[in-house]
T-cell receptor, first 110, second 112 residues
Framework: NAGVTQTPKFQVLKTGQSMTLQCAQDMNHNSMYWYRQDPGMGLRLIYYSASEGTTDKGEVPNGYNVSRLNKREFSLRLESAAPSQTSVYFC?????????FGPGTRLTVT | GNSVTQMEGPVTLSEEAFLTINCTYTATGYPSLFWYVQYPGEGLQLLLKATKADDKGSNKGFEATYRKETTSFHLEKGSVQVSDSAVYFCALQIPNNNDMRFGAGTRLTVKP
């Protein structure tokens, strides 16, 4: 099992460009999440999906959209990137209490 | 709202020293509490958890006890190793709620 995979690992964007971060899990989990990690702030939830076909906003959803394509895949889209979105992005999936995290995508917006 | 406060780092210890990382929480209801660990260049991994008051979570020599009276979940290890160098995150989750709240993280460096 690969667990939770994310692509790409690194990305540099110019202000105003768009991109989609991809996430997939092979553990048959219903719930999936997108977080951003910023220095001194821990992880903050952007969006989550409790099951296929549903998505909900987390703590910091502005500037992002998500798609739960199927049970395995949950993508995060930045329509018009801003420097404030420079961060490390983590995808996770969960069963009951434990969340399993991907390796992260380091995004820089210049 | 629900939140977690953990001691600021960085924490630097010598090998075999005793470790405590403090964590306190504010929550409505009865949260489950977690410690996650992040090694360099990796995602977070669950280290231990406790789901009700007075529960003790333990794993790999680390322990934490859910103290409802002091709203705390401090992480301890009796003898740290160089391989324990990582960032440690305290977190809480209200049952039946998908919103997990993390502390800011504490970076631990263990020197030989």
């Amino acid at each position: 099992n690969a667990g939770v995979t994310q692509t790409p690992k690194f990305q540099v964007l110019k202000t105003g460009q768009s991109m989609t971060l991809q996430c997939a899990q092979d553990m048959n989990h219903n719930s999936m999440y997108w977080y951003r990690q910023d220095p001194g702030m821990g992880l903050r939830l952007i969006y989550y999906s409790a099951s296929e076909g549903t998505t909900d906003k987390g703590e910091v959803p502005n500037g992002y959209n998500v798609s739960r394509l199927n049970k395995r895949e949950f993508s995060l889209r930045l329509e018009s990137a801003a420097p404030s979105q420079t961060s490390v992005y983590f995808c996770a999936s969960s069963v009951v209490y434990e969340q399993y995290f991907g390796p992260g995508t380091r995004l820089t917006v210049t | 709202g629900n939140s977690v406060t953990q001691m600021e780092g960085p924490v630097t210890l010598s090998e075999e020293a005793f470790l405590t990382i403090n964590c306190t929480y504010t929550a409505t209801g009865y949260p489950s509490l977690f410690w996650y660990v992040q090694y360099p260049g990796e995602g977070l991994q669950l280290l231990l958890k406790a789901t009700k008051a007075d529960d003790k979570g333990s794993n790999k020599g680390f322990e934490a006890t859910y103290r409802k009276e002091t709203t705390s979940f401090h992480l301890e290890k009796g003898s740290v190793q160089v391989s324990d160098s990582a960032v440690y995150f305290c977190a809480l989750q209200i049952p039946n709620n998908n919103d997990m709240r993390f502390g800011a993280g504490t970076r631990l460096t263990v020197k030989p």
